[in-house]
């Protein structure tokens, strides 16, 4: 974003808000019958602290967004959280279709492959999901997604540094019901989702839902003449609930999604000596990508949940949960017809988890006491081939991890409005990597359907193991004059373990055979919750500053003397975050309600020790890196009013979101790093009388806004001078229709 665009971005934001007064933080964390609750007594419900509290009550920075929320505004998938939540990056990766990268505050994992652990975790109903492929979940049968700011460790399964994505989805419930919804729209759009509630007595109950999308491509391959950018995604689950009593509660569950989508090449930004084939196309969408279309993730998973009531302060918990994947995809970097550089990849994926609580809720005394196991396989392979040269150089590998942790967070009344609370939890990492990787003469490996392929230089061939541990605190203290204000502070610390790259060259960088080192942040934030005006305006403010130690960093280069690319994970030292969120929500009348969101992150280094050039030293370029997919300024506005017409009830919502310059790599990459961009959208949608039937318009990116989420920088003559660019989608209208037994 240049310079007068963020001027006129702030401008903006503060004409917005100064005529607002205040506008409500997306902080919506209710099923549907506790929204309606929220709109009329301004009550908002969030479980951010493993137990039911009124959002005003938490001395933790978390926006919460409802399901009927997200569907109504037209939300796609949760990726498009990131228009609702201050300092928050959620896209979908680079050259995928349904692999998620997360950042909040400046914390995150942009690299999604096997072996690497996301800054930010995700949770589907309490399961962490450990990798990212397929975890860009589609907006159906959720009841509600919460998003939790900062370390997460002494109330969540696993520890996540940066912070953490709750996706809750709904319960059954013991009444008969059911929804269809059909909806069409541009690009040939068509998505059709059901879902049904059987129950079989009064205390057992069986569902399901299944959701089936299609869509045209944004754009074409110019080279084959397929779709790129189009979705083709069948998800679905089912689920039994068994509650015999009000102090028992079992749920199993199941879930897939099948994405065979084409793969997304992205769109190449620059030329290479006027060849036609190697120019950017007209349309950022398209591409002459020649590696092939072939492109399918499969994800899949089970759960039980049990929940029983030990007395009338005590409830036992335990999630068992076991989940796989299985990804088949290729990525052309060079976006030509020829193998200029190509990557044809798999993955593979599993895992287990089981979490035991004990949860205590007295008249002073609250909290969550657990114990946490996870089991997991992440394994991969990959081709590099580089055509210029007729060589291959194949990559492969697998990193087994074991967790076990050990977890209490309380909470302690000292008076009616003084509060404190603490935490501790204990993780131990045990790690184990094998990766090889070796050069071969020919377009492929064997392994890739090239069994002429000559073998070479064996460039890596290893297996290591490693041990990580560590003892990570949480503490807080809030004072509430009263049940509508909150004033609080609040210290964390975050951990993330080492690991083995994947990716490493024993060639080019002999260390890498040792892993890499844990990361930790140190997290301060103080705040205020507040609701005025009779609960007519709700205000969350924080201010937040953390400590980045030893940052996890994937560097990828060119590597002209061995052909190929060259990668290695640094530990990159040590980096200062601070910056503050406001979000708003005024709610004047049954018939009006407005809300806001605004956060401003400054992320500096102040160590970046790397390898220059081959040296055997680390040097200190801490002023010429910067930190990635943080962008300084977010913010959103939107507002709803609502009228009765035709027996129903009319409702129409605008929004606007704006994000301000960011770095797409630690490395200042100006052909690649996005400006800043806004987006608006409108919705509107009459709902009837008897709540049955509903009809929706949603139009998203009404200005057609070209912006980049994501880019891949391979310059030079060898490498077909492939610096590409994806981008987000352009201007679309849907109409849907929903129908409610």
């Known amino acids: 974003m240049k310079f007068q665009s963020f001027t006129r971005a702030v401008l903006m934001s503060g004409i917005a808000l100064g005529s607002v007064t205040a ?120 009841s509600r997604v919460e998003i939790l700011r900062g370390p997460q460790g002494t109330l969540y399964g696993r520890n996540t540094i940066g912070g953490a994505v709750k996706y809750v989805t709904n319960r059954l419930g013991n009444e008969f019901s059911g929804k269809v919804r059909a909806a069409y729209g541009s690009y040939n759009q068509v998505d059709l989702v059901g879902q049904i509630t059987i129950p079989l007595g009064d205390t057992f109950s069986i569902g399901g839902a299944v959701a089936w999308y299609q869509r045209d491509g944004f754009g074409e391959n110019l080279n084959t003449g397929v779709e790129h950018y189009n979705k083709d995604v069948l998800a679905g689950r089912i689920s039994a609930e068994f509650a015999p009593s009000d102090t028992v509660f079992i749920r199993v569950a199941a879930d897939k999604i099948i994405d065979k989508s084409n793969p997304r090449h992205g769109t190449r930004l620059v030329g290479n000596g006027g060849v036609a084939a190697f120019e950017p196309t007209a349309s950022v969408y398209d591409t002459r990508a020649g590696i092939g279309d072939d492109n399918k993730v499969e994800t899949q998973g089970v759960s039980l949940t049990a ?83 007729n060589t291959t150089t194949l990559t492969s590998g697998t990193v087994k991890t074991k967790s076990y942790a050990a977890f209490a967070d309380v909470s302690f009344d000292v008076t009616e409005q003084l509060k404190i609370s603490g935490g501790l939890r204990y993780t131990k990492d045990d790690k184990t990597g094998t990766v ?109 500053k953390s400590k980045y130690k030893n940052q996890q960093v994937t560097i990828q280069v060119p590597n002209i003397v061995t052909g190929g690319i060259a990668s290695f994970v640094d530990n990159a030292g040590r980096g200062d975050i601070w910056g503050a969120e406001l979000e708003l929500r005024a709610v004047p009348s049954p018939y009006f309600s407005m809300n806001a969101a605004l956060g401003y992150t400054n992320a500096d280094y102040k160590e970046f020790l790397t390898f220059i050039a081959g040296g055997t030293t680390p040097v200190d370029v801490a002023d010429q890196r910067f930190f990635q997919n943080t962008p300084k300024w977010t913010a959103s506005v939107s507002a709803t009013a609502s009228a009765d017409l ?92 929903e129908y409610r037994f």
Do not use: C
Request: glycine share 10%; proline share 5%; net charge negative.
């Open 23 to 142: 506008m409500a933080a997306p902080v919506w964390a209710q099923d549907e019958a506790a929204a309606e609750e929220a709109d009329a007594s301004g009550e908002i419900i969030v479980t951010a602290r493993r137990r039911e509290e009124s959002l005003i009550d938490v001395p933790i920075s978390v926006t919460a967004i409802s399901g009927d929320t997200l569907a109504a505004q037209g939300a796609v998938d949760i990726t498009a959280l990131q228009d609702k939540a201050p300092n928050m990056t959620l896209q979908i990766a680079r050259g995928s279709n349904s692999t998620l990268i997360g950042f909040i505050r400046g914390v995150g994992q942009q690299d999604p492959l096997w072996g690497f652990e996301p800054g930010v975790g995700l949770y589907v109903d309490d399961v962490y999901v450990a990798r990212p492929q397929g975890a860009v979940l589609d907006i159906f049968d959720v």
């Open 307 to 389: 929940e029983f009531g030990l007395s009338d302060t005590l409830t036992f918990k335990s999630i068992s949960a076991y989940r796989d994947g299985h990804t088949d995809t290729v990525i052309d970097f060079d976006n030509t017809p020829g193998p200029v550089l190509d990557v044809p990849a798999f993955y593979d994926d599993r895992q287990f988890t089981q979490e035991l609580q004990l949860l205590f809720d007295g008249d002073r005394f609250q909290g969550v006491a657990g114990l946490y196991y996870l089991d997991a396989r992440a394994s991969g392979a990959f081709d590099t081939v580089l055509g210029a040269l």
């Open 646 to 737: 035709f027996g129903g009830t009319f409702s129409f919502t605008p929004a606007v979101s704006m994000r301000s310059d960011a770095y797409m790599f630690e490395i200042a990459t100006p052909a690649l790093d996005p400006d800043g961009y806004f987006l608006v959208d409108a919705s509107a949608g009459w709902t009837s009388g008897n709540d049955k039937f509903k009809l929706s318009l949603n139009l998203r990116n009404l200005t057609n806004e070209r912006y980049r989420v994501g880019g891949y920088n391979f310059p030079g003559a060898l490498f077909g001078n492939s610096i590409i660019g994806f981008y987000g989608p352009p201007r679309t209208a849907t109409v849907s229709l």
């Open 436 to 544: 090889f990787r070796r050069n071969y003469t020919g377009i492929r490996s064997p392994l890739f359907g090239n069994t002429a392929a000559v073998p070479g230089l064996i460039r890596t061939d290893y297996t290591n193991d490693r041990s990580f541990e560590k003892l990570t605190p949480r503490v807080s203290i809030s004072y509430q004059p009263n049940e509508d204000a909150n004033l609080y502070a609040s210290y964390g610390k975050g951990f993330k373990s080492g690991g083995f790259d994947m990716r490493g060259d024993a060639v080019f960088t002999p260390t890498t055979v040792n892993g890499y080192e844990p990361e930790t942040i140190d997290s301060y934030e103080v705040g205020f919750k507040g609701a005025f005006l009779d609960r007519k305006l709700f205000t969350n403010v924080a201010l937040f």
